[in-house]
């Protein structure tokens, strides 16, 4: 048997939850998401304690944010390429080029260039 019950399946409820919490076009609050599901707040707040709601909700979520990643990544890189400076700076964290541990004068530096550069 594997630890934390995670040899379970979730139920048909919880799938159902899941797929909701992680669906961007559903705007209601928990409440209404519980209502919608015709599961109680109550056992709902229980389910995230649950490991195999966890793990299932943590699954779907890769799946959803996975299938968007190249849109993603398009839409900053046309941000960055429009001279958005907050975009470009993102851009170079997420490669890795920039740290927030850097010092004020080089980020000063970065953003001179930058700047320059899209002049």
Do not use: H
């Not at 379970?8 to 998401?33: C, H, W």
């Not at 779907?60 to 944010?65: M, N, R």
């Amino acid at each position: 048997m594997a630890q934390n019950g995670t040899d379970r399946e979730p139920t048909a409820r919880q799938k159902k939850v899941a797929e909701m919490l992680i669906n961007p076009e559903f705007q209601g609050s928990i409440t209404d998401l519980c209502n919608e599901a015709n599961v109680p707040r109550r056992t709902f707040y229980n389910w995230r304690d649950d490991p195999v709601f966890c793990n299932y909700l943590d699954g779907l979520i890769d799946k959803y944010t996975d299938s968007e990643l190249a849109g993603v990544w398009k839409a900053l890189i046309k941000q960055c390429l429009s001279g958005n400076v907050q975009a470009i700076r993102l851009f170079f964290e997420l490669k890795g080029k920039f740290s927030q541990q850097q010092s004020k004068e080089e980020t000063s530096e970065l953003y001179k260039a930058l700047e320059r550069a899209w002049k």
